[in-house]
């Protein structure tokens, strides 16, 4: 039996089709005296340590079985209702990713509410419209940072409660809790039978939260996800990455035995699927990291099986571990050495006995102390939210690190596409897992475009029981965003609701290829339309940097210009450390050594590298340094670190014009 088949006939107790507070239920039942959490000490001022669960010793993990964090979950259920909180009530969750907030999560939906999210990094406005939106009738902040952002717009909003994951210093307000409070409120008033009708209450059709896209252009629209629609791509996640009796002992899996790190935001729904609904019905064991920046600390103290994560981490672990093993040019050399190795061997089908002794050898003095470094488990990553280079994917598989890469979105609650295990294949992300079907309209890729591509190209549909009904209260944004029927040259997969013609247009670029995997290239949006006619995607010219050492991200640019350019921003630890070894000096500034000569030569050689993997038209002519990183902290990236282009095409306004301003003149002398 072929893997495609044994998935969609694969039985579990972990599929099902109930309400996601009933599927953590039926979780527990299984799986009640293994570990559901991990937890650090000395992170936060958590109000429910001590009394809802034991504090974590500082700087050290400490952990609860799935029963603990059941009997956490109901309680916190009792008090939300103590609250006044009903069967389709909109709370809030405005926090980082951690215990708490997967607890408060199963303890709201449990209840009967519609769990609404906000990312931590959001500003008063932002806040202001996350909450106002969806009528939010109450909010979980984490501690009294957020809360004070609240607190700064709750004028224009009809909150009838707040509570905080944190203690607070504040006790003027009746109307305003610690989590631990309402855990009081809970235990003093839990009743089982009445716990039990609760979680039943809703339909499986019924809203279970509204996640808001990311907002990279405009403002964001609220998805409305049911409770089906996430069960639905729990169970087709599961029958691609579950423990199948089909698969080969070497096959990753996620199941009982596993052990996730999180740390991406709990408020975007690839975290929220794959880092937390997904582990807790398969009885896994969820970690939870301090930060993006402490993930070499907090994987080497819980030693994971896997994570979920973004490209954009991908690209730091990567430069953290090459600094550590390039601190001296014979390391470097040994460094440099080995991954070429690992990708020579990843890209052969028959590697031979002399590939297989140098695999050995770059194994014994470079992989071997980077996979410890990430705990020493590892047996699955898992990356979306982004395209990932095919360059740095087949680097981390060679290291013995393999990354799964898949697509998704929110409306589709998010998997529409991963990597099988068994049979992953670079470049790509994957086929539409079982029970959603995708196709391609190619009337939106002009003729000969992809004349070239194996396959069929064009703005990938999406059919399925994960895909959302619409977005919240935009009935003529749902309208453009679904369509009856269009032609189409390729469909792969098969939706459990085929019978139905609606599909959705996700708005990207993709081609799928004739073995049912799907190659993304670009957001519609996003595409560069040159002067010339030529359609240019900058996201695989901008992954093509991800692996080159002087060269910490890139921007390409020139829609409606004669060619393409690009900003870049240099990655100044490694170009000290370069020139360093070349005897060169560099300046302090950031600034002067985006200017240095030196460094300019080294960035042209990062592009000349780059140009010549592609075609003529998509070749960066000219380019800018600019020596700022784009972050969220800058507003620069989304909290998912995608780039916000508008926002960063405004920022460095004057350098993007100086990119064209000479083919401007030429044109006018020219005239």
């Not at 998935?7 to 039926?26: I, Q, Y």
């Not at 990567?318 to 390039?326: K, P, V």
């Not at 050492?549 to 640019?557: A, G, K, L, N, R």
């Not at 592009?607 to 800018?624: G, L, P, W």
Request: hydrophobic content about 35%.
């Amino acid at each position: 039996m072929d893997w495609q088949t044994a998935e969609r006939e694969f039985e579990s107790e972990v599929l099902g089709t109930e309400t996601l507070g009933r599927m953590f239920e039926k979780s527990v039942e299984r799986n009640a005296n293994s570990l559901a959490q991990q937890y650090r000490g000395g992170i936060y001022d958590r109000s429910m340590a001590g009394t809802a669960f034991p504090p974590a010793p500082q700087g050290e993990y400490a952990g609860l079985s799935y029963a603990e964090m059941r009997d956490i979950v109901r309680i916190l259920a009792t008090g939300f209702r103590e609250l006044g909180v009903e069967q389709g009530d909109r709370v809030g969750v405005f926090a980082q990713t951690r215990m708490e907030w997967a607890q408060t999560d199963f303890a709201l939906l449990s209840a009967g509410a519609v769990v609404t999210t906000v990312y931590k990094s959001s500003s008063p406005e932002k806040v202001r419209y996350l909450l106002d939106d969806p009528d939010a009738d109450g909010v979980v902040v984490e501690n009294e940072e957020l809360l004070e952002r609240v607190l700064e717009v709750e004028d224009d909003l009809d909150l009838e409660f707040l509570v905080s994951m944190d203690e607070l210093s504040r006790d003027d307000r009746d109307d305003v809790y610690t989590l631990a409070d309402v855990y009081d409120l809970g235990e003093e008033a839990f009743d089982e039978e009445a716990y039990q009708e609760w979680v039943d209450e809703p339909d499986v059709d019924d809203l279970a939260s509204i996640i808001y896209t990311s907002g990279t252009t405009g403002q964001p629209k609220g998805v409305k996800l049911t409770h089906r629609n996430f069960r639905a791509n729990v169970n087709q996640v599961y029958r691609r990455v579950g423990p199948r009796p089909d698969k080969g002992e070497d096959t990753p899996t996620i199941d009982d035995d596993s052990k996730m790190v999180s740390y991406l935001p709990l408020a975007h729904v690839f975290e929220r699927t794959a880092g937390h609904f997904l582990p807790f019905a398969a009885g896994a064991t969820v970690a939870y990291a301090e930060s993006s920046e402490t993930l070499q600390e907090d994987f080497g103290a819980v030693q994971p099986t896997g994570a979920t994560s973004v490209p954009r981490v991908y690209e730091k672990i990567y430069d953290a571990i090459r600094e550590q093993a390039t601190e001296s040019p014979i390391k470097e050399r040994i460094f440099n050495w080995a991954t070429d190795v690992g990708k020579e061997y990843q890209r052969t089908d028959d590697p031979g006995p002399i590939l297989e002794a140098k695999l050995s050898i770059a194994d014994k003095l470079v992989f071997s102390q980077v996979k410890e470094a990430l705990g020493g488990n590892i047996e699955m990553l898992v990356s979306g939210g982004g395209t990932l280079s095919p360059d740095l994917c087949t680097l981390y598989h060679g290291m013995g690190l393999p990354i799964f890469e898949g697509y998704g979105l929110t409306e589709t609650a998010p998997v529409v596409t991963t990597n099988p295990p068994e049979e992953p294949k670079i470049g790509t992300v994957g086929p539409a897992v079982p029970g959603c079907e995708v196709k391609v309209d190619d009337t939106v890729v002009p003729d000969g475009e992809a004349a070239d591509t194996p396959g069929e190209t064009g703005e990938l549909l999406v059919k399925g029981p994960n895909v959302a009904e619409g977005y919240w209260e935009k009935p003529e944004a749902t309208d453009r965003a679904f369509t009856e029927d269009v032609p189409a040259s390729t469909a792969s997969g098969e939706s459990e609701d085929s019978s139905s013609g609606r599909w959705f247009r996700t708005g990207d670029i993709v081609t799928i290829r004739p073995d049912g995997y799907v190659v993304f290239h670009e957001r519609a949006k996003q595409l560069l339309v040159l002067s010339t006619g030529k359609n240019v995607a900058p996201a695989p010219i901008e992954d093509a940097f991800a692996a080159r050492e002087p060269v910490e991200q890139c921007m390409v640019v020139g829609d409606g210009e004669k060619f393409v350019g690009a900003l870049i921003v240099p990655n100044v630890d490694a170009l000290r450390r370069l020139a360093e070894n070349e005897g060169v000096d560099l300046p302090d500034s950031a600034e002067e050594i985006a200017d240095h000569e030196w460094v300019r030569e080294r960035i042209d050689e990062e592009v000349e590298a780059v140009n010549e993997r592609f075609e003529a038209h998509e070749t960066i002519k000219e380019y800018r340094i600019v020596p700022i990183e784009f972050t969220e902290d800058n507003d620069l990236l989304t909290p998912t670190m995608k780039k916000k282009r508008r926002a960063i095409l405004e920022e460095f306004e004057d350098e993007v014009d100086s990119i064209y301003a000479e083919d401007e003149t030429e044109q006018r002398q020219a005239a």
